[in-house]
């Protein structure tokens, strides 16, 4: 397990982070969060290549519970924050675990930035799908009947500028453009962190 503690570690300090800078707007629809999260999937992908699936899943876990502790602390445990909860550790923990198979799935396909780059980018995009629907669209109010996020459902231009669209719409489109231009921006560290522990490894 020790082996596996840079990782903990890891994936720990992303997910506080990130429900700590969620809290903080990047524009009109963006947070900080939105910069901090998607490294979650680096930190996958790399105990993935080093260590396997086992371990991936290990440290998804471990960041799951932090997760969805974080969003019930955040405000208070009210229903809002349920629904918040929710959507956050749902979507946390079903794209990290299709980043884990679809990486494990294409380990040996293709060129070295194959696999981290197609599961990061299905995960980043089933995350999105799953964390925005569920805690804004009006189709799952029932988890929150005091219809506290009415305003997300409000009809405005696609990212100010496209056809109408309920505002969370617009959320989710501008967070799944920053995982995607992240997801390829990751791809650079993840080469050196993977080298970097590789080389260090007794051979046997």
Same mark, same amino acid.
């Given at each position: 397990?020790?082996?596996?503690?840079?990782?903990?570690?890891?994936?720990?300090?992303?997910?506080?982070?990130?429900?700590? #800078?969620?809290?903080?707007?990047?524009?009109?629809?963006?947070?900080?969060?939105?910069?901090?999260?998607?490294?979650?999937?680096?930190?996958?992908?790399?105990?993935?290549?080093?260590?396997?699936?086992?371990?991936?899943?290990?440290?998804?876990?471990?960041?799951?519970?932090?997760?969805?502790?974080?969003?019930?602390? !955040?405000?208070?445990? =009210?229903?809002?924050?349920?629904?918040?909860?929710?959507?956050?550790?749902?979507?946390?923990?079903?794209?990290?675990?299709? =980043?884990?198979?679809?990486?494990?799935?294409?380990?040996?396909?293709?060129?070295?930035?194959?696999?981290?780059?197609?599961?990061?980018c299905l995960g980043a995009a089933l995350d999105t799908a799953i964390f925005f629907s569920v805690a804004f669209a009006a189709q799952f109010s029932f988890i929150d009947p005091t219809d506290n996020v009415a305003w997300a459902?409000?009809?405005?231009? #696609?990212?100010?500028?496209?056809?109408?669209?309920?505002?969370?719409?617009?959320?989710?489109?501008?967070?799944?453009?920053?995982?995607?231009?992240?997801?390829?921006?990751? %791809?650079?560290?993840?080469?050196?962190?993977?080298?970097?522990? %590789?080389?260090?490894?007794? !051979?046997?």
């Open positions: 397990m020790t082996r596996f503690l840079p990782g903990v570690i890891a994936m720990a300090v992303i997910v506080v982070a990130s429900n700590i #800078l969620v809290q903080y707007h990047l524009g009109a629809w963006l947070t900080w969060g939105a910069i901090t999260y998607p490294f979650a999937f680096l930190v996958t992908d790399v105990m993935n290549r080093v260590y396997g699936p086992a371990a991936a899943r290990r440290v998804v876990f471990v960041g799951f519970v932090i997760g969805v502790a974080c969003s019930l602390i !955040a405000a208070g445990f =009210d229903k809002t924050t349920l629904r918040i909860a929710i959507a956050s550790g749902s979507a946390f923990l079903l794209a990290q675990l299709l =980043d884990i198979s679809v990486f494990d799935a294409m380990r040996n396909r293709g060129s070295w930035w194959t696999a981290p780059l197609m599961s990061s459902n409000e009809m405005i231009p #696609l990212l100010g500028a496209g056809p109408a669209a309920p505002v969370w719409m617009s959320l989710a489109t501008a967070d799944w453009l920053m995982k995607m231009a992240l997801a390829l921006l990751a %791809l650079v560290p993840f080469r050196l962190i993977v080298r970097n522990i %590789l080389r260090r490894r007794p !051979a046997f």
